[in-house]
């Protein structure tokens, strides 16, 4: 078989190797003194290296409802699992709040990337989630004790619900809700600039 060599003639669209015959395959590379390689430019090809096109890399930007969608997704569902938490320990318990932050900030810093209302956002999923997971469990822990259904509680008596959250309040009910809201914001601005 015999290869074909590119025609010589002027350089094509000012590359200046355009007009050069093909490297033979199955030659290793002709090194070149260390003074020549210095001489060189930064990204300037060198003879002899097989040169790929490089892309730039893309500055990572922010898709704010992408990450609005993750953050009521992470709120809602972080919020079922604290209202189960509150429901089957009739507790709240700090850790999971700051589990609620965590989930929703986390999704809405991945998928919304660098956003800078973002973190301000999640911040106000995850107190809304911590307060919805507070009424589940008010909910599930009022159903128990009158032994009737939680959708009955939840959705037919939701004043009732939420009377019964506001006499249980206590400061450490208000402290979950700022854990909740720092470690969303927190997590949302590293999560956003790590991508």
Do not use: C
């Not at 025609?7 to 007009?19: F, I, R």
């Not at 209202?83 to 809405?108: N, P, Q, R």
């Not at 599930?140 to 939420?162: C, L, P, R």
């Amino acid at each position: 078989m015999s290869q074909s060599t590119p025609p010589s003639g002027p350089p094509v669209d000012n590359n200046p190797y355009a007009g050069e015959p093909a490297a033979p395959t199955g030659q290793p590379p002709v090194p070149q003194p260390a003074d020549a390689q210095q001489a060189a430019p930064q990204g300037v090809p060198q003879p002899g290296f097989p040169v790929a096109p490089v892309a730039p890399a893309a500055p990572a930007r922010g898709n704010f409802a992408l990450g609005l969608v993750a953050a009521i997704g992470a709120g809602v569902v972080s919020a079922i699992l604290y209202g189960l938490i509150i429901g089957l320990t009739k507790h709240e318990i700090g850790y999971a709040a700051i589990g609620v932050g965590f989930l929703v900030g986390i999704a809405a810093g991945r998928v919304g990337g660098r956003s800078q209302t973002l973190p301000v956002v999640s911040v106000i999923v995850s107190v809304a989630a911590v307060y919805l997971g507070q009424l589940v469990g008010e909910a599930m822990i009022i159903a128990k004790h009158y032994d009737v259904g939680f959708n009955e509680v939840f959705f037919d008596h939701f004043s009732v619900v939420q009377d019964s959250w506001k006499a249980d309040a206590d400061p450490m009910t208000f402290l979950f809700f700022a854990i909740a809201a720092y470690v969303a914001f927190q997590g949302t601005r590293k999560a956003g600039h790590g991508q």
